[in-house]
């Protein structure tokens, strides 16, 4: 728990999972799912949101039908750790669009970044524009094959 805040019951955790599957239900409906009246179950939720554990609310899109059914998972190595660099590749990077996820890495790989595209040679237009934004030591690219799982809900069942 984070100091000052309070922390979230089972009421809290059934709005955060109901809201997770379906994030257009109105407030008198989430209310119905986990035993509230509509007035008590906007100002849980409003609570949430202040509190970020509601972050934002969005529509999930179908990457295949809008054209990007193409996932990559891009490693890279760098040979420079220094913040400068990681402040300017970091700015290059989330300033891609095709970049869904951006992370840092312990291990071998220094960061993975997982890229949606058209085709083959979109994901070629996208590797030309990433190895132009700095020294890398090395990129590596897998193909997914098949998305055999997704998922943007937290198995808040085993907080």
Known sequence: ????????????LAILAALQRDASLSVAALGEQVGLSATPCWKRVSRLEADGF???????????????PVTV?????T??????????FAAAVTAMPEVLEFHRMSGDVDYLLK???????????????????????GVSSAFSME???????LPLETV
């Open 1 to 12: 728990m984070i100091f000052g805040m309070k922390p979230l019951d089972r009421i809290d």
């Open 54 to 68: 509601i972050e934002r609310r969005v529509a999930i899109v179908n990457r295949a039908l809008v054209g990007l």
């Open 73 to 77: 998972f891009v490693s890279v190595r």
């Open 79 to 88: 040979a420079s750790h220094d913040e400068k660099w990681l402040s300017q």
């Open 115 to 137: 890229v949606v595209t058209s085709d083959i040679a979109g994901y070629d237009r996208f590797y030309k524009r990433l190895i132009r934004t700095a020294q890398l030591a």
């Open 147 to 153: 998305q055999i799982k997704c998922s943007t809900a």
